[in-house]
């Protein structure tokens, strides 16, 4: 053996071993924050189906209260929980398929609930119509609660993995309680939307009501766009963020009221939280985005998030547009911008934004209102003064400051009012909206402040 062979070899030894030294500590330190992260999961997971299970409980017990003060608490609770639902969901990674229905359903039960309790505050009781929707919205809950509970059996036993679901949100995956002789395998998300969509629509005077969702879509603009040139589109619309080491390809075709696409981005290397947009056909209108990366500690506050929201509004070409109120949930803020045209705001076109508060990203984008809504209006002149519809509010509320709006109406119909912002004899505060043409008082909304932000109800 060579004067050379051992130091050789004692070399090639060291190497080995710090290789191999490298690679473990590798491995452990990926191995740990692919279980953080599906802790994170986990836990967003939970606290979705219990968010599910509190809205069923508050259906429960709004069907057998006895008097609208319980009713509106009920209803009040269902409303929250939804909205709470809502950002839960937000946080899963399961892709555009998987989130849909449920989406819808949170969306439905929070804004039908809101709608009821609004009528209690006007002395309107439950008819026989909204106990028959409120009975088949619990029924949807109960569905969602039961299939909810199964896929965590299923994560739980390590039939399901969260990191698997991360790294193809769409590919396929054993539907829960499936034997070897199934001919097909489904995403267990996607069969709780298949159970959800068998129930009847709901049918309601509100914004998110399946007959108002199918109403002709007044913002909808423009000619037909090519599958190439929607995907240039949402190129384009993309945060800088999302466009450096990921690629964006067609998912599926959007069918219904709005046709268009639906694309998402994917990394292009190793593992990654996807990101969903959808455009519609005509027009080239981007509808809406979701990114699904995990948010970590907020580091902006509310106001910072606001700014970031408009500087990115007005980057797409929404000039004059006014946040609404602003609400923090978990580490996202959520915040709804309306148009302010010749000094009255419309309310009607709202555009939704989500803003990340660990870095100020851009990680939702809603803009269906908007498309809905939106078209060229004539905004007539008063025909009360300010002062004549001062006199249909309260005469206990201190009023701080008055301007004109246009809100939506239940029947889908629009009407200019005064928006008066006050307070009451107790300092809590309100707006109340009187018609500018008749002086009739139609609307109050209160205004409820915390640490996570402004929202009205």
């Known amino acids: 053996m060579g004067k050379w062979t051992i130091p050789l070899i004692g070399l090639l030894l060291a190497i080995a071993v710090g290789v191999g030294l490298w690679g473990t500590s590798h491995y452990n330190a990926r191995r740990d924050l692919e279980v953080t992260v599906a802790n994170r999961y986990q836990s967003s997971f939970h606290s979705l189906l219990d968010n599910i299970e509190k ?53 439905q039960a929070g804004d039908y609930a ?70 097909t395998e489904k995403n267990p998300f996607t069969t709780i939307s298949e159970s959800i969509d068998n129930f009847p629509t709901l049918i309601y005077d509100g914004p998110f009501s399946d007959q108002v969702a199918q109403r002709k879509p007044k913002g909808l603009t423009g000619a037909d766009i090519s599958e190439e040139e929607a995907r240039d589109k949402v190129l384009a619309f993309l945060p800088g963020s999302l466009k450096e080491g990921t690629a964006l390809e067609k998912h599926s075709d959007i ?116 498309v809905m809504a939106h078209h060229d209006r004539t905004i007539e002149q008063p025909k009360v003064s300010e002062e004549e519809a001062r006199a249909a509010v309260n005469s206990e509320l201190k009023v701080d400051s008055t301007r004109l709006a246009i809100i939506p109406r239940e029947n889908t119909q629009e009407a200019l009012c005064y928006e008066f912002k006050g307070v009451d004899n107790n300092d809590e505060p309100y707006f109340i909206y009187v018609d500018a043409m008749t002086g009739e008082e139609i609307n109050i909304l209160k205004i409820i402040s915390d640490d996570d932000g402004t929202t009205t109800i």
Do not use: C
């Open 55 to 107: 809205v069923e409980v508050g259906l429960a017990k709004t069907l057998v209260a006895n008097g609208m003060p319980e009713n509106v608490r009920h209803l009040s609770g269902i409303w929250q929980e939804a909205m709470t639902g809502q950002a839960n969901l937000s946080q899963l990674p399961l892709g555009h398929d998987g989130t849909m229905s449920v989406s819808k359903f949170l969306t």
């Open 114 to 183: 809101y709608m009821l309790m609004r009528g209690h505050t006007f002395g309107q009781n439950l008819t026989e119509k909204d106990k028959e929707q409120l009975t088949n919205l619990r029924k949807q809950a109960n569905v969602l609660s039961r299939n909810l509970h199964e896929i965590r059996a299923s994560a739980s036993e390590g039939r399901l993995q969260w990191m698997e679901i991360e790294q193809g949100a769409r590919r396929k995956l054993p539907r829960i309680g499936a034997t070897a002789k199934d001919s």
């Open 255 to 370: 069918k219904g009221t709005i046709a268009g696409y639906t694309f998402v981005v994917r990394p292009t290397r190793g593992r990654g939280i996807e990101t969903a947009i959808d455009i519609s056909r005509k027009g080239g209108h981007i509808l809406t985005m979701m990114n699904y990366r995990n948010i970590e500690d907020a580091r902006l506050d509310l106001e910072e998030a606001g700014a970031k929201a408009t500087a990115f509004l007005a980057s797409k070409g929404f000039k004059n547009m006014v946040p609404t109120y602003a609400a923090r949930s978990g580490n996202m803020a959520a915040i709804p911008f309306a148009p302010e045209i010749d000094e009255v705001l419309i309310y009607p076109d709202l555009i939704k934004v989500n803003v990340a508060l660990d870095n100020g990203e851009i990680v939702g984008y809603e803009a269906l209102g908007y």
